[in-house]
């Protein structure tokens, strides 16, 4: 099953899909917030060309696994994004996606460590990588 990973923040927000049998994840882009207003819009043309069969994204849950401002803009935009697409949404606790990305970027080079649309890249990849963790799939 091929799903699309989304990394939502308030600036930019990463995407990621993978494969066709949902094995392989890559990062596919970083939308910027500011150049594209319609964030829905610009989704819908990936979600066009990719053809993912289901959505994941990230929410953020505070340390006690609880619902923040943040998660609440998250759902209200994966309800729109649902009902635009006709995709069925799911959800991932994505607490630290981008702080582990940056982690994991530092061993780039210095270049790519600054890069903060690839760390968004590359959080869209971790959430999916959770998902398919969280629902037993195996690799």
Same mark, same amino acid.
């Given at each position: 099953? &091929?799903?699309?990973?989304?990394? #939502?923040?308030?600036? %930019? ?5 993978? !494969?066709?049998?949902?094995? $392989? ?6 939308? !910027?917030?500011? &150049? ?11 979600? +066009?060309?990719? +053809?993912?069969? $289901? =959505?994941?994204?990230?929410?953020? =849950? !505070? *340390? ?7 998660? @609440?803009?998250?759902?209200?935009? $994966?309800? +729109?994004?649902? *009902? ?11 607490? #630290?996606?981008? &702080? @582990?990305?940056?982690?994991?970027? %530092?061993? %780039?080079?210095? +270049?790519?460590? @600054?890069?903060? $649309?690839?760390?968004?890249? =590359?959080?869209?990849? =971790?959430?999916?990588?959770? #998902?398919?963790? !969280?629902?037993?799939?195996? #690799?």
């Amino acid at each position: 099953m &091929k799903l699309m990973g989304i990394d #939502y923040g308030i600036r %930019r927000v990463g995407v990621a899909v993978t !494969d066709e049998q949902g094995l $392989a994840i890559r990062g596919l882009t970083t939308i !910027d917030r500011k &150049k594209n207003p319609d964030l829905i819009a610009a989704i819908l043309s990936l979600i +066009k060309q990719e +053809k993912p069969e $289901a =959505l994941v994204i990230g929410l953020p =849950l !505070d *340390i006690n696994m609880a619902e923040t401002v943040m998660s @609440k803009e998250v759902r209200s935009f $994966a309800e +729109k994004l649902q *009902i635009s697409s006709g995709l069925p949404v799911n959800f991932v606790d994505e607490s #630290y996606s981008s &702080k @582990k990305a940056a982690e994991l970027m %530092r061993f %780039r080079k210095k +270049k790519m460590r @600054k890069d903060k $649309a690839a760390i968004d890249r =590359l959080a869209a990849c =971790l959430i999916l990588q959770s #998902y398919r963790e !969280d629902q037993g799939w195996e #690799y």
